[in-house]
């Protein structure tokens, strides 16, 4: 078991002025379940790769535990790179399909046979060793997949989107599955997925990146509560959280006729607007001309609440984070018994203290 | 939600297809038995039109995906599977909606490796895929694709004269760069290095692989072979400035190999006494091209090495070697080649494919030359094969009834 540590790392592909990873830093604790989250091409399967010795580091370093590894080749890292992959061989028992890797690696039989029991007994699929994968469930052959990477009981599991390609029903058994086998046998883990959602249900901690640059590492709680910037806001969170410039003044800033208080740097470099965010959870909701003025478009019932989806009367209000040029709606949760009707207009502001306040510039929380 | 088709030329028939039912129910009827690797999801082959169909049953977003890179990397010309369509928007008789699907056309006489392996077998088949299976690795590295899941099971093979030609089939994990860097090549070889050694190791447990050879050792082959070929396809050369015609030997040597040099990198330096050489640019089909050019046959690379040669040995016996290439090639093809293919009788047509019927008939002149101490007219040993040989193999257009296997893994119903 070990630590693991990107040290300044960084990956430039040759022919791109770009790095691919720029400087990363994350400090991995022993038996930790880092996950590494970000949208496509951000750099998160290179530095993974960098990690299990696949990919050259250009500039800094790479640690595991108190090792230097950044020019070890991979067998010597003791990490294992669980594929996205895998193949179920359906001639080979169980055992042979959890043990056949460690055969490659030349692992004496005694030895593999030690570790496949060992495996199984964790899996709970001990009883259907000697059996073929065909007489296994969906689920159990997942496991067997599983197992075929804690036989190499290595340092380090790395995963690159292992759920990927699994419908959605199976994708949440595994998820758990993984997540709850991981903190049993306390190694520590790196995974990568492009699904915030994943992250944020299976990981220690969460490390968002963005163009290869790290946006914030940090729990999912915090990362939730205390986005360090506007793209952390608005990448965390389903639905995601609102984002509206608004202007400042002496008082504060101007949530349409709701003035909310804002820390006094946000005027002072933010300019004249800064961006206020508010998660759909924490929208106030009034009929009485107090807050920003929204038209209800469409009203999605989920039972105990409804999600109500508006678009600011006010074209002068814009909200940050819409794709495709589309104008992004307004979400508000409201109690299912007090839906408003679709066209109405309402006004919503942020309720209490439960809002998020960013430089419109930069970007980062004030 | 409507039943969504995205093809490049929809063929309307498709919508015929009992797309509300899940495909692992499909009836009997519509299907055809033909042989699969290994897969995770639902995989059935079907006719429609005339021709037939692979569908495999996937995720929709995964469904696109592989359906816009096999197009990439048809463009790219690199010998992928077609891609066909992609049906989305599926819903079961049950209301529930279904995964979507991805069509590709069925490679006609491909090979997977499975079915080769239920046939008896020539010696030293398992070598032979796994040399394909690099020069299909090296070409999609060159062109800078990473596979992500290179295997026996994600590649079909053809026959080439004796030898196998290898075709992408499973593009699902795949990525297209500029460029790959190593790391992310000796990734793809680690990645293929475990999986030929547990489809081999499969085949053993399965009482399928009639050779003695440890599946260890010969899974290491794609490593060693990749290597090869790498480092002869793209390794810099120094030359001593009065040796330049070595820079022609290397580009003969890559010909041999089958590949065509279309950039080649030459710097002088400083002081002129050696020149560095390196290929920039490499193409595949360096025989397959030059006998296109000749004849219009457009047939695989080892095939076109022995067609070629067979012209060249015509040439000779007819005294025209000085002559118009195009026009001997001409000739060898009214008289020779023609003459062979269409001596097959059509009810034994699906065996092979005419030019790997050329290169067995040549083959069998050979044997039977020897047996008899004297030269065989061709059109004998041709009466010969098709007697004798040719009946006895298995039709290969679309080999059926082999044993194939797919574990699918899905969600515990009742978890
Ligand atoms: N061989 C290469 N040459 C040049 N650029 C590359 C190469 N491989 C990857 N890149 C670039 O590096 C960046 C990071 O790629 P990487 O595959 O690490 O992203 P990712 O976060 O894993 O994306 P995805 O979610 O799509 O898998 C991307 O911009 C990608 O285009
Ligand atoms: N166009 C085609 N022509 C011939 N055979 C095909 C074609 N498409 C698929 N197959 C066969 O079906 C098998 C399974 O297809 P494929 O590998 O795409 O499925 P998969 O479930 O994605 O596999 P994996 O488990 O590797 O992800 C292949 O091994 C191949 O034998
Ligand atoms: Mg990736
Ligand atoms: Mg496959």
Redesign the pocket.
């Known amino acids: 078991m070990a630590t693991v540590k990107f040290d300044e790392s960084t990956r430039i592909?040759?022919?791109?002025d770009t790095p691919?990873?720029d400087k990363l830093n994350i400090d991995i604790e022993d038996g930790e379940f880092l996950v590494l989250v970000?949208?496509?091409?951000?750099?998160?399967?290179?530095?993974l790769r960098m990690l299990a010795g696949l990919e050259e580091v250009n500039q800094g370093k790479i640690w595991i535990g108190d090792r230097d590894v950044t020019d070890l080749s991979p067998k010597d890292r003791d990490v294992a790179m669980v594929f996205q992959n895998y193949a179920l061989y359906p001639h080979m028992s169980v055992a042979d399909n959890m043990g056949f890797a460690l055969k490659i690696a030349g692992v004496d039989k005694g030895e593999i046979r030690k570790r496949v029991e060992e495996a199984a007994n964790i899996l709970d699929l001990t009883q259907y060793l000697e059996r073929k994968p065909k007489a296994l469930s969906g689920g159990q052959r997942q496991r067997v997949a599983m197992g075929r990477a804690i036989v190499r009981s290595p340092q380090v599991f790395l995963m690159d989107?292992p759920l990927s390609n699994l419908d959605a029903k199976l994708r949440v058994q595994t998820r758990t599955q993984i997540a709850s086998l991981q903190r049993r046998l306390g190694v520590t883990t790196v995974y990568?997925t492009?699904d915030q959602v994943e992250a944020m249900t299976m990981g220690d901690r969460i490390a968002l990146?963005k163009d290869?640059i790290l946006q914030q590492c940090a729990t999912p709680r915090e990362m939730y509560d205390k986005p360090a910037n506007l793209f952390v806001a608005g990448f965390i969170g389903s639905p995601a959280m609102n984002l509206v410039t608004v202007p400042v003044t002496a008082d504060g800033a101007k949530f349409g006729n709701h003035t909310v208080s804002v820390p006094r740097e946000g005027a002072n470099d933010g300019g004249s607007h800064v961006v206020v965010g508010v998660r759909p959870e924490d929208v106030e909701l009034t009929t009485n001309n107090d807050g920003l003025e929204l038209t209800v478009d469409v009203i999605e019932e989920l039972g105990a609440d409804a999600y109500v989806y508006g678009t600011p009367t006010d074209q002068n209000f814009t909200l940050e984070g819409g794709d495709d040029n589309l104008a992004k709606p307004f979400i508000a949760r409201v109690d299912g018994r007090k839906v408003p009707a679709k066209g109405e207009k309402i006004y919503v502001y942020p309720k209490g203290q439960h809002m998020h306040v960013f430089n419109k510039e930069s970007g980062a929380r004030l | 939600m409507a039943l969504e088709l995205t093809a490049a030329r929809p063929d309307p028939a498709l919508l015929d297809l009992p797309w509300r039912t899940p495909l692992e129910d499909w009836p009997e009827d519509i299907l055809a038995a033909l042989p699969r690797g290994i897969s995770r999801h639902v995989v059935r082959f079907v006719r429609l039109s005339g021709r037939v169909l692979a569908i495999k049953e996937i995720k929709d977003d995964i469904a696109r995906r592989e359906y816009e890179m096999l197009r990439d990397l048809r463009r790219l010309h690199l010998p992928t599977v077609e891609p066909f369509a992609v049906v989305s928007g599926r819903v079961g008789v049950d209301g529930e909606p279904l995964d979507a699907c991805l069509v590709t056309r069925h490679l006609q006489f491909s090979l997977p490796y499975r079915a080769l392996y239920s046939q008896s077998l020539r010696k030293g088949t398992a070598t032979r895929l796994i040399d394909a299976l690099a020069v299909l690795l090296v070409r999609l590295h060159l062109t800078?694709f990473w596979w992500g899941d290179v295997s026996l099971s994600n590649t079909l093979f053809r026959r080439d004269a004796g030898s196998f030609a290898a075709y992408l089939v499973d593009a699902e994990t795949g990525?297209l760069?500029?460029?790959?860097?190593d790391g992310?090549r000796e990734h793809d070889l680690d990645i293929a290095r475990v999986n030929i050694a547990g489809e081999l190791m499969d085949l053993e447990a399965g009482g399928l692989l009639q050779e003695e050879r440890d599946p260890i050792e010969v899974s290491e082959r794609i490593m060693t072979r990749y290597r090869e070929l790498w480092a002869e396809l793209t390794a810099e050369e120094h030359i001593v400035e009065t040796e330049r015609w070595r820079v022609d030997d290397r580009i003969r040597r890559l010909n041999k190999m089958g590949f065509d040099v279309d950039e080649l990198e030459i710097t002088t330096d400083f002081d002129g006494t050696t020149i560095r050489i390196q290929p920039k640019v490499v193409d595949s089909g360096h025989h397959s091209r030059r006998l296109l050019r000749l004849t219009g046959l457009d047939v695989r690379e080892n095939q076109a090495r022995r067609l070629l040669n067979d012209l060249e040995v015509f040439s000779a016996a007819t005294g025209r070697q000085g002559e118009d290439e195009e026009i001997v090639a001409h000739d060898w093809l009214a008289r020779v080649y023609e003459p062979v293919t269409r001596g097959v009788p059509a009810s034994l047509l699906a065996k092979l494919e005419p030019a790997e019927v050329f290169h067995e008939v040549l083959e069998h002149r050979w044997y039977m030359a020897e047996r008899a101490r004297h030269d065989v007219p061709i059109t004998d040993a041709l009466a010969d094969y098709v007697a004798k040989v040719l009946p006895g193999k298995p039709d290969e257009r679309a080999v059926l009834g082999v044993d194939t296997e797919e574990l699918p893994v899905i969600a515990d119903r009742n978890a």
């Not at chain 2, 760069?177 to 860097?181: Q, Y």
Request: hydrophobic share 15%; with cysteine.
């Open positions: 592909y040759p022919g791109s691919a990873v970000g949208p496509s091409g951000c750099g998160k399967s290179t530095s989107e990568v492009h990146l290869g | 800078g990525e760069r500029n460029r790959l860097s992310q």
